[in-house]
């Protein structure tokens, strides 16, 4: 009721922080970027979307076939019919599906495939793009600024650009022309999973100027180098810097055996995954859980056993935690400034910080690092 005055309050208190002010560079930059835009391929839209419903209306009538029910995409009906056939199930999500899959007798393979099919989210993207289309054919406001607040980095609005299905179709313009004409019959006979085409083509929807391109990239397990280097956890940075595989590294050092992909105790890398992708910041057996441990390799009593041996096979990254925590907590209570591994924590004006030194940064970017 009182905008005016709240963002007038803002402003007298961003005066005095010389951080804050710093991220105005970016912020302008960002409105710069919402602003340009991206050309978006319409015709392929409406037509992907036209393709979408009818590949629904069929894959849901074969549901239908198959199982009698009224509404196979309903999950309490679908999962009442598995349970009948000796399936059961707590939950229809992708990672359980998935995993059903590779033991379920013919008749429920060719039933979850199809839930796997009719539940692509992906596709829905399109209709995003057609929700938030310009009259001029293009998409303003994809990005957020500080939108995940904590970190500071961008969040995706809209069509969220941070998360767009891969696509591994080696004849991709042949594909994108079929969808683009509305041809579902030979989309369908040469590629056979419509749904999953769509997906796949949905980066194709974007469009760059003349004489320009794409060019999409990644940080490679990002979040573990980083943590590897704060810490000193030399053994990691090692196996980065050597291209070697962080979940086969990880899972010998837990394990104290050597593990290979595709060779020996292969079977103790997906353990290894799951550790690395679930414990690197302080969290335990929940976070596992929700990362589908138990759907996928473990068993209960084996979750605490595989946190107590990640952590005691990354003991700097364990300190690192408890010195961050410590560094942190008497910023803010003394109002003061702290450091932990290089990482500086300021309490000024009432707001609190954290970022690496300028000298540790440096170091960072002149590191070997592949991938």
């Not at 992907?48 to 074969?62: C, G, H, K, Q, V």
């Not at 001029?136 to 904590?150: A, E, H, L, P, S």
């Not at 030399?234 to 595709?262: L, N």
């Amino acid at each position: 009721m009182r905008d005016a005055d709240v963002e007038r309050n803002v402003q007298e208190k961003l005066k005095k922080n010389s951080r804050a002010l710093s991220r105005m560079g970016e912020y302008w930059l960002d409105q710069e970027i919402n602003d340009r835009s991206v050309a978006v391929d319409m015709k392929l839209v409406k037509a992907a979307i036209e393709m979408d419903e009818r590949s629904r209306n069929i894959l849901t009538e074969s549901a239908k076939r198959l199982t009698e029910i009224e509404n196979p995409n309903s999950v309490q009906q679908l999962k009442n019919w598995l349970a009948k056939k000796g399936l059961f199930t707590k939950s229809l999500g992708k990672k359980q599906v998935d995993e059903m899959l590779k033991t379920a007798p013919g008749e429920l393979t060719e039933v979850l495939t199809l839930r796997r099919q009719l539940f692509k989210s992906s596709v829905k993207k399109y209709k995003a793009m057609q929700n938030a289309v310009c009259a001029d054919g293009r998409v303003r406001g994809m990005f957020q600024f500080y939108g995940v607040n904590r970190s500071g980095r961008w969040a995706g609005s809209l069509i969220q650009l941070h998360n767009l299905p891969q696509n591994h179709i080696i004849d991709l313009e042949a594909a994108r022309s079929l969808v683009r004409n509305g041809d579902y019959e030979a989309v369908e006979m040469l590629y056979g999973d419509v749904q999953g085409t769509l997906s796949q083509l949905i980066r194709t929807v974007f469009i760059p100027r003349k004489k320009h391109k794409f060019i999409v990239a990644d940080f490679s397990a990002i979040e573990a180098r980083v943590l590897a280097w704060f810490a000193g956890e030399t053994w990691r940075s090692e196996v980065f810097e050597s291209g070697g595989d962080i979940y086969c590294a990880s899972a010998s050092q837990m394990f104290k055996v050597p593990v290979e992909k595709h060779g020996v105790n292969a079977h103790l890398r997906q353990k290894g995954k799951i550790a690395e992708l679930a414990l690197g910041y302080g969290s335990s057996a929940g976070a596992l859980k929700n990362m589908g441990a138990l759907e996928i390799v473990l068993k209960e009593d084996e979750l605490w056993p595989l946190v107590d041996s990640w952590r005691k096979s990354n003991p700097n990254i364990t300190k690192l935690w408890w010195a961050v925590d410590r560094a942190s907590l008497k910023a803010v209570r003394e109002k003061s400034t702290e450091k932990a591994a290089d990482i500086k924590f300021t309490y000024e004006s009432g707001m609190f910080f954290y970022n690496p030194s300028i000298w540790s940064a440096a170091r960072i970017r002149e590191a070997p690092h592949r991938g």
